[in-house]
């Protein structure tokens, strides 16, 4: 469960939420995570596979067949085998305890390359566990989320070195590196050590008591390991004090955060500007909490309290990774907004980050987005919107496949109205993303499939805006059968957005005041009882309203020409519009949507006018210079020392 508090002044305060231009990052839409799998071919793997066909090598090679089948062409896999190239006798053991072979390195999957050597495959040899991780991990990237995915029969018989210390080495080179492992009819002893691996690395383990059992979760573990969430921005370090805090520039930044420290960062602020500042913490994969919470505080020039702070509490902490948001806007420079006398000019204001944490004593990898909302000096666009979109008829048509993404930065792009679908896995916490202009809203709802020997957990969705901030949620438990989200037959919907939302009271209604891309997270808990499968979802989505002209940004209070600035939040393959970047609304308060090629037409007398008027200043300025270069020369103005102060806060 997330709880959002926020600490305000006792004065009235205009929260508001704006989405500027978005630009690629650093991670494409949809990358996929690096993975390593290690399939055991050791003697025991002859054994036959009870109630099947052929021995559980057969069963292994089937597994990994289907496996291939389904990964996305581009997926980084490798495939490394133990115990193919030796026998099982007393002399071979040297050799065969260092009998790992790498059949494909990590890169775009060669699918007939990796089938024919997994079908030339001859169970034979020993079992090398610790070595093959050394070398599966060795074929990984250095840095990055990356996972191995181990599939064995039984314990290892070439220790040392002990397969769970192997792992626990491996963990302290890099907090994402995980590994999955797969007991293939193990027993109680084999069990127990790759549990270990799995917990020491803060990956999963699972059971597979037959071949149908392994060909199932083979697929599901290899496709939940590609799976990415890369914490993404420009290297940033927040201080310690305040007033040594770096200045930030609009965009997206990187640092990190332990549970013991507060860390500052700046952003100036013009008159009339608007920020909206958002945290992100990112918490890795096996390292289960209880409580976190993350807070942010603004201060205004010269430390002024300016009586805010925002902060989002996790009760049922990151089991298994995950991401904790909090966003704070700010516009006290706004002309007409009631704020402490401090926090109403412009200048340097700072923002703190702090982090509480139950159990967690990590440090964590911590994204930070500043987004700058210049004031609006002619149309504000539409009028309010109130009424919700409607979801009376669901979308209609087939499911269209999709792959989620791990986080905002790469959540995935539904294209409009329409039913989408994939498989998520317990633990996970998938991000879809749908582009709303000006004048556009959406609804959806999310229907969790029956699973009947699912173990009890928790489901969950909730709808973001452009800038993290939660609109709306829906939880419940989930017990195998199907359910939909939110309960009752209803949706999760906004208005249409319109730049005056943000005067509402309703919350839903408040943060639609923004276009750009709303985004929809999907989350299924990690059960009581162990589980390897998956849960089939079905998103269905509608978006209605045609786009409309947005607000109109002219010149700042100091006369400079002003325009919303982008970020870097998310990637986009197709980019995102920036507010205003429409057709530009007419001057006043009202919503004068004009075509484009009329206003053009209006306005051209004008623009011939203002042509003319700068042809005779130009020459009348001539003329003058000339007469001066015949003129004796004048006296020399007076000297500044540090040159005339035109600092704004100096100005009448």
């Given at each position: 469960?997330?709880?959002?508090?926020?600490?305000?002044?006792?004065?009235?305060?205009?929260?508001?939420?704006?989405?500027?231009?978005?630009?690629?990052?650093?991670?494409?839409?949809?990358?996929?995570?690096?993975?390593?799998?290690?399939?055991?071919?050791?003697?025991?793997?002859?054994?036959?596979?009870?109630?099947?066909?052929?021995?559980?090598?057969?069963?292994a090679?089937?597994?990994?067949g289907?496996?291939?089948?389904?990964?996305p062409?581009?997926a980084?896999?490798g495939?490394?085998?133990?115990?193919?190239?030796?026998?099982?006798?007393?002399?071979?053991?040297?050799?065969?305890?260092?009998?790992?072979?790498?059949?494909?390195?990590?890169?775009?999957v060669?699918?007939?390359?990796?089938?024919?050597?997994?079908?030339?495959?001859?169970?034979?040899?020993y079992?090398?566990?610790?070595?093959?991780?050394?070398?599966?991990?060795?074929?990984?990237p250095?840095?990055?989320?990356?996972?191995?995915?181990?599939?064995?029969?039984?314990?290892?018989?070439?220790?040392?070195?002990?397969?769970?210390?192997?792992?626990?080495?491996?963990?302290?080179?890099?907090?994402?590196?995980?590994?999955?492992?797969?007991?293939?009819?193990?027993?109680a002893?084999?069990?127990?050590?790759?549990?270990?691996?799995?917990?020491?690395?803060?990956?999963?383990?699972?059971?597979?008591?037959?071949?149908?059992?392994?060909?199932?979760?083979?697929?599901?573990?290899?496709?939940?390991?590609?799976?990415?969430?890369?914490?993404?921005?420009?290297?940033?370090?927040?201080?310690?004090?305040?007033?040594?805090?770096?200045?930030?520039?609009?965009?997206?930044?990187?640092?990190?955060?332990?549970?013991?420290?507060?860390?500052?960062?700046?952003?100036?602020?013009?008159?009339?500007?608007?920020?909206?500042?958002?945290?992100?913490?990112?918490?890795?994969?096996?390292?289960?909490?209880?409580?976190?919470?993350?807070?942010?505080?603004?201060?205004?020039?010269?430390?002024?309290?300016?009586y805010?702070?925002?902060?989002?509490l996790?009760?049922?902490?990151?089991?298994?990774?995950?991401?904790?948001?909090?966003?704070?806007?700010?516009?006290?420079?706004?002309?007409?907004?009631?704020?402490?006398?401090?926090?109403?000019?412009?200048?340097?204001?700072?923002?703190?980050?702090?982090?509480?944490?139950?159990?967690?004593?990590?440090?964590?990898?911590?994204?930070?987005?500043?987004?700058?909302?210049?004031?609006?000096?002619?149309?504000?666009?539409?009028?309010?919107?109130?009424?919700?979109?409607d979801?009376?008829?669901?979308?209609?048509?087939?499911?269209?496949?999709?792959?989620?993404?791990?986080?905002f930065?790469?959540?995935?792009?539904?294209?409009?109205?329409?039913r989408?679908?994939?498989?998520?896995?317990?633990?996970?916490?998938l991000?879809?993303r749908?582009?709303?202009?000006?004048?556009?809203?959406?609804?959806?709802?999310?229907?969790?499939?029956?699973?009947?020997d699912?173990?009890?957990?928790?489901?969950?969705?909730?709808?973001?805006?452009?800038?993290?901030?939660?609109?709306?949620?829906?939880?419940?438990?989930?017990?195998?059968?199907?359910?939909?989200?939110?309960?009752?037959?209803?949706?999760?919907?906004?208005?249409?957005?319109?730049?005056?939302?943000?005067?509402?009271?309703?919350?839903?209604?408040?943060?639609?005041?923004?276009?750009?891309w709303?985004y929809?997270?999907?989350?299924?808990?990690?059960?009581f009882?162990?589980?390897?499968?998956?849960?089939?979802?079905?998103?269905?989505?509608?978006?209605?309203?045609?786009?409309?002209?947005?607000?109109?940004?002219g010149?700042?209070?100091?006369?400079?020409?002003?325009t919303?600035?982008?970020?870097?939040?998310?990637?986009?393959?197709?980019?995102?519009?920036?507010?205003?970047?429409?057709?530009?609304?007419?001057?006043?308060?009202?919503?004068?949507?004009?075509?484009?090629?009329?206003?053009?037409?209006?306005?051209?007398?004008?623009?011939?006018?203002?042509?003319?008027?700068?042809?005779?200043?130009?020459?009348?300025?001539?003329?003058?210079?000339?007469?001066?270069?015949?003129?004796?020369?004048?006296?020399?103005?007076?000297?500044?020392?540090?040159?005339?102060?035109?600092?704004?806060?100096?100005?009448?």
């Open positions: 469960m997330i709880r959002r508090f926020a600490t305000v002044a006792a004065l009235p305060v205009l929260t508001v939420t704006f989405a500027f231009g978005n630009v690629t990052s650093a991670h494409a839409e949809g990358e996929l995570s690096p993975v390593m799998v290690v399939l055991d071919s050791s003697g025991s793997m002859t054994a036959r596979d009870v109630g099947g066909s052929g021995t559980r090598m057969d069963a090679k089937r597994a990994v289907s496996m291939i089948d389904g990964l062409a581009q980084p896999v495939l490394a085998i133990y115990g193919a190239g030796t026998g099982s006798s007393g002399s071979e053991k040297a050799a065969g305890c260092h009998d790992v072979q790498v059949v494909q390195p990590v890169k775009a060669d699918k007939p390359a990796i089938k024919r050597a997994v079908n030339a495959a001859k169970a034979s040899g079992t090398p566990i610790g070595q093959s991780l050394r070398i599966a991990a060795a074929q990984l250095k840095e990055g989320q990356r996972s191995i995915v181990l599939v064995s029969d039984g314990e290892d018989t070439c220790a040392p070195p002990q397969p769970c210390e192997v792992a626990k080495e491996l963990h302290r080179q890099g907090i994402d590196l995980h590994v999955h492992a797969i007991g293939f009819r193990v027993d002893k084999a069990r127990a050590q790759l549990a270990c691996i799995a917990q020491s690395t803060g990956g999963t383990y699972h059971d597979a008591a037959d071949a149908d059992a392994l060909l199932g979760v083979l697929g599901r573990v290899t496709d939940r390991a590609l799976r990415h969430y890369e914490p993404t921005g420009q290297p940033i370090t927040g201080t310690a004090d305040p007033f040594t805090a770096p200045t930030m520039a609009p965009g997206q930044y990187l640092d990190t955060l332990s549970p013991v420290e507060e860390r500052f960062y700046a952003a100036d602020l013009k008159a009339g500007d608007t920020a909206y500042f958002a945290a992100t913490a990112v918490f890795p994969r096996g390292n289960p909490r209880d409580i976190e919470v993350l807070d942010i505080k603004i201060t205004g020039p010269g430390g002024a309290d300016c805010r702070s925002e902060r989002e996790h009760t049922r902490a990151k089991e298994d990774g995950g991401a904790l948001t909090t966003v704070l806007s700010w516009n006290g420079t706004v002309p007409g907004s009631a704020k402490p006398k401090g926090c109403s000019v412009p200048g340097k204001y700072v923002f703190r980050v702090t982090r509480d944490s139950k159990d967690g004593t990590d440090r964590v990898p911590l994204e930070l987005q500043l987004r700058i909302e210049p004031p609006v000096t002619g149309s504000f666009g539409e009028p309010a919107q109130t009424g919700l979109v979801f009376a008829q669901q979308p209609a048509g087939a499911v269209q496949p999709v792959r989620g993404g791990g986080s930065n790469e959540a995935t792009t539904l294209t409009g109205s329409g989408f679908g994939e498989t998520i896995y317990n633990g996970e916490e991000y879809y749908v582009k709303l202009d000006w004048g556009q809203g959406l609804a959806y709802r999310v229907t969790f499939s029956a699973v009947p699912a173990g009890t957990t928790n489901i969950r969705t909730g709808l973001f805006s452009p800038v993290r901030s939660e609109i709306k949620f829906d939880t419940t438990a989930y017990t195998g059968t199907t359910n939909i989200l939110p309960s009752g037959g209803k949706a999760i919907a906004t208005p249409r957005t319109a730049y005056l939302n943000r005067n509402a009271t309703d919350a839903v209604v408040r943060e639609s005041s923004i276009d750009g709303y929809i997270v999907v989350k299924l808990g990690a059960p009882a162990h589980q390897a499968g998956g849960v089939p979802v079905t998103i269905d989505v509608a978006v209605a309203g045609d786009k409309v002209a947005g607000p109109a940004y010149t700042s209070t100091s006369g400079t020409a002003s919303p600035t982008p970020s870097t939040e998310t990637p986009s393959a197709s980019p995102s519009t920036s507010p205003g970047s429409g057709t530009t609304a007419g001057q006043g308060s009202g919503g004068d949507t004009k075509p484009a090629a009329d206003k053009t037409a209006a306005s051209l007398p004008w623009i011939i006018l203002g042509a003319v008027l700068v042809l005779i200043v130009a020459i009348v300025v001539a003329v003058l210079i000339l007469r001066r270069r015949k003129s004796p020369m004048p006296p020399a103005p007076p000297t500044y020392p540090n040159g005339p102060d035109q600092s704004w806060s100096n100005r009448p």
